[in-house]
Nanobody, 126 residues
Framework: QVQLVESGGGLVQAGGSLRLSCAASGRAVSMAWFRQAPGKEREFVAAKKWSGGISYSAVYADSVKGRFTISRDNGKNTVYLQMNSLNAEDTGIYYC???????????????????WGQGTQVTVSS
């Protein structure tokens, strides 16, 4: 069982930055961030896998490539999502997710992940 607690959301102006944190109670192989805007389905944002001492390349949604970065502090067992150049389309509730050996197109699917945080609200004003 892995418990996830997100933090770091808030209100920011377009063009600004935020860093989201996801504190995990246990170690998971794959970690991801999803987001959900009002009236829309939950969508993939970023994911990364750490296994066997290897840090695999991160995977990003096309809409955030070059602006968002997913990383992990192993000592703190915390995953981060650094978000730069934010725009109004980035507004939504951001969820942290954890799973096993996720790979390929499974990264993009919410059901690939076993554990979820409660979410943190990000609002970008234009």
């Amino acid at each position: 069982q892995v418990q996830l607690v997100e933090s770091g959301g808030g209100l920011v102006q377009a063009g600004g930055s935020l860093r989201l944190s996801c504190a995990a109670s246990g170690r998971a192989v794959s970690m991801a961030w999803f987001r959900q805007a009002p009236g829309k389905e939950r969508e993939f944002v970023a994911a990364k896998k750490w296994s066997g001492g290897i840090s695999y390349s991160a995977v990003y949604a096309d809409s955030v490539k070059g602006r968002f970065t997913i990383s992990r502090d192993n000592g703190k067992n915390t995953v981060y999502l650094q978000m730069n150049s934010l725009n109004a389309e980035d507004t939504g509730i951001y969820y942290c997710a954890a799973g096993g050996n996720v790979a390929g197109t499974s990264y993009y699917t919410p059901r690939s992940y076993d554990y979820w945080g409660q979410g943190t609200q990000v609002t970008v004003s234009s």
